[in-house]
């Protein structure tokens, strides 16, 4: 299985940016996907996350901002940032929980880190 990402890139603050991601290879069913990010000295933290059935799950800190939201026949999710701030200059990862076929357990991938800069 292998997670895409794409669409970061550099924005003043109160713009807006959308990521995207698609899951590719041995897939019977993706179960959560979701969107990391992590800068340089703390811990990988999650922005948002959606499952198959469209159950949200987003951070305090992108409330109101961030919309998470996902093609189940496509195996995509996207992030629909706006209002940015330099505050959330990240690396961001896209995430996703998936059950290969001919298994009985999932597995969580990660896809390439796309990096999100907001200038002041």
């Known amino acids: 299985v292998q997670l895409q990402a794409s669409g970061g890139g550099l924005v003043q603050a109160g713009g807006s940016l959308r990521l995207s991601c698609a899951a590719s290879?041995?897939?019977?069913?993706?179960?959560?996907m979701g969107w990391y990010r992590q800068v340089p000295g703390k811990e990988r933290e999650l922005v948002a996350s959606?499952?198959?059935?469209?159950?949200?799950n987003l951070a305090d800190s992108v409330k109101g901002r961030f919309t998470i939201s996902r093609d189940n026949a496509k195996n995509t999710v996207a992030l629909q940032m706006n209002s940015l701030k330099p505050e959330d200059t990240a690396v961001y990862y896209c995430?996703?929980?998936?059950?290969?076929?001919?298994?009985?357990?999932?597995?969580?991938?990660w896809g390439q880190g796309t990096l999100v800069t907001v200038s002041s």
């Open positions: 995430n996703a929980d998936v059950t290969a076929w001919g298994r009985r357990r999932s597995n969580v991938y």
């Open positions: 290879g041995n897939i019977f069913v993706v179960n959560v």
């Open positions: 959606i499952t198959s059935g469209d159950s949200i």
